[in-house]
């Protein structure tokens, strides 16, 4: 079945410590894109990535960092620099960076800084 | 403001009313407009999308949504809920300046209760 994996489904991290969360599309899309989900606060983007080897900083990207060397990967760190890590962590991909292409979901990653 | 608006953080209803899910974008959102389903500790899913043409728009689920521009809505709707609809509902919209960032409302609680 085509679709996005996500793993760890749950994260504990210690303070200081910087996590990567995996993120995995067998979809062929081309777009791919990192969203940070907090209680009553919807969803904010964090990176986005249209092709490999390019991405591009969205609302909320300090403290975290991502690489796109294949299409297929979309890997997200979390580093120490992020003071508030906890959250629900959701990566979603498209065929294209366009306003009608819809994005489809990964199960999504809970990370708990301890 | 750049904003999708839902008002309402939680919707308590009986088993087989009727529902609403009110949603509201700016100015500066454009008419591609979207609303998401999430089930507990899992990913979020496409029930139906607004792009163009009529502005009643049917989805997944019995579930449907109307496109007001004079009122700049796209509230959701079901004629008859299930407990199986308890979830969380976004509503999303696409930025005008922008091909591909979405913008999320902050979520609306639909709790079913038999």
């Known amino acids: 079945d085509g679709g996005i994996t996500q793993s760890p489904k749950y994260l504990f991290r210690k303070e200081g410590q910087n996590v990567t969360l995996s993120c995995e599309q067998n979809?062929?899309?081309?777009?791919m894109y990192w969203y940070r989900q907090d209680p009553g606060q919807g969803l904010r983007l964090i990176y986005y990535?249209?092709?490999?080897?390019?991405?591009q900083k969205g609302d909320i990207a300090e403290g975290y960092s991502v690489s796109r060397e294949k299409k297929e990967s979309f890997p997200l760190t979390v580093t120490s620099a992020q003071k508030n890590p906890t959250a629900f962590y959701l990566c979603a991909s498209s065929v294209g960076v366009s306003s009608y292409n819809e994005q489809f979901f990964g199960p999504g990653t809970r990370l708990t800084v301890l | 403001a750049q904003s999708v608006t839902q008002l309402d953080s939680q919707v308590p209803v009986f088993e087989e009313a009727p529902v609403e899910l009110r949603c509201n974008y700016s100015?500066?959102?454009?008419?591609?407009l979207f609303w998401y389903v999430q089930y507990p500790n899992q990913g979020l899913q496409l029930l139906l999308k607004y792009l163009s043409g009529s502005t009643l728009v049917k989805g997944i689920n019995g579930f449907e949504a109307e496109f007001n521009k004079s009122q700049t809505s796209f509230h959701l709707r079901k004629p008859s809920v299930h407990i199986s609809d308890t979830a969380e509902y976004f509503c999303?919209?696409?930025?005008?300046?922008?091909?591909?960032?979405?913008?999320f409302g902050s979520g609306t609680r639909l709790l079913v209760r038999p």
């Open positions: 100015s500066s959102v454009s008419v591609y």
């Open positions: 999303a919209g696409v930025l005008m300046d922008s091909s591909y960032k979405l913008i």
């Open positions: 979809l062929n899309h081309d777009a």
């Open positions: 990535s249209q092709i490999v080897n390019d991405f």
